[in-house]
Structure formats: structure tokens, C-alpha cells
């Protein structure tokens, strides 16, 4: 929990959560990459909105022609976590840089199954295996470009 500290002429007496999530840009490939993580790590589609469906048209310029069935604003949950999705511009230039997912899960036969599932298609930059921190640990980039990390807790 995150604690606020201002002036005394700003404090209204209640604490202020902060809360980070993830938002990846699928640049067109949205609807796709869903269903893959619904297949591969049984994740859960909570709520989905298409270009189509949004109650304002976006400003001039901002999308491609065609766009209307692509994903503007999606959320999905792998196991507590909340993670936002969308199709972007749809410029089909999909790009994660700089920071990766990581995933804790209860065995071995579960880190087994979900890095699998995650690497078809992916490239695996480090295969499950034993560390100093965990029975089984490993990292990943998926056939979208995102870099995901497996582990079970020590």
C-alpha cells in the first residue's frame, strides 16, 4: 500500500491506493492474442470493446480505415492480475521493449505447461530450470513479442 504524504492544507485523512497494470498494444492482432492467453494460461476475458462500439468516433487520422472491428480497450485476468489490451493504431507494428510479465505459479507441472503453451510460436530465451531462487524458472518471448517470465516459489 502506497501512503500519500502532502501538506496538511491538501490532506483530506484518507489513504490513496496506487495501483500499476500492464496495458499491452497489440497493433491489430488483439482478438488473437486473447485467445491465445485464454488457451494458454487460462486467462479470462473480462471485458472487450471494439472501435465500432465506442459511444465517440476517434478524432480524424488516429485510425486506419477498416479499423471497426479491431479491439479498442480490453481486460483480462491471469489469476489475480488484471492486464489491459488493445489493438492500438493497428499499425501492425507490434513492439515490447524494456520489461516482461512475470508469472508465479503453484508447481512445477503447471510452470511445465503454461511456458510451453507460451512458447509456441515464441522464442525462449531461458528454459525452465533450477535457480538459487526456485525449483523452476524461465523466460520466454511469445509469438506476439511479449517477454514473459515462469516461476514456482521457492
Not at 476517434?58 to 479498442?72: H, L, S
Not at 512445477?108 to 523452476?136: C, H, I, N, W, Y
Request: hydrophobic share 40%.
Amino acid at each position: 500500500m502506497f501512503r500519500f504524504e502532502c501538506t496538511p492544507a491538501f490532506y483530506t485523512g484518507k489513504e490513496i491506493r496506487m495501483n500499476v497494470q500492464p496495458y499491452l498494444f497489440f497493433d491489430g492482432r488483439c482478438e488473437e492474442a486473447l485467445a491465445f492467453y485464454r488457451s494458454a494460461l487460462g486467462a479470462t476475458v473480462t471485458m472487450m470493446m471494439r472501435f465500432k462500439e465506442s459511444p465517440e468516433a476517434p478524432p480524424p487520422g488516429t485510425q486506419p480505415p477498416g479499423t471497426g472491428e479491431k479491439i479498442m480497450h480490453a481486460s483480462f485476468r491471469v489469476g489475480d492480475t488484471e492486464v489491459m489490451a488493445s489493438d492500438g493504431h493497428c499499425s501492425g507494428r507490434t513492439e515490447f521493449k524494456g520489461f516482461a510479465l512475470s508469472v508465479t505459479v503453484p508447481s512445477e507441472a503447471e510452470a511445465k505447461r503454461a511456458f510451453d503453451a507460451l512458447a509456441d510460436g515464441g522464442q525462449v530465451q531461458m528454459p525452465l530450470s533450477k535457480t538459487f531462487f526456485s525449483p523452476s524458472f524461465g523466460m520466454l518471448t511469445d509469438r506476439f513479442g511479449v517477454m514473459w517470465m515462469l516461476m514456482v516459489p521457492a
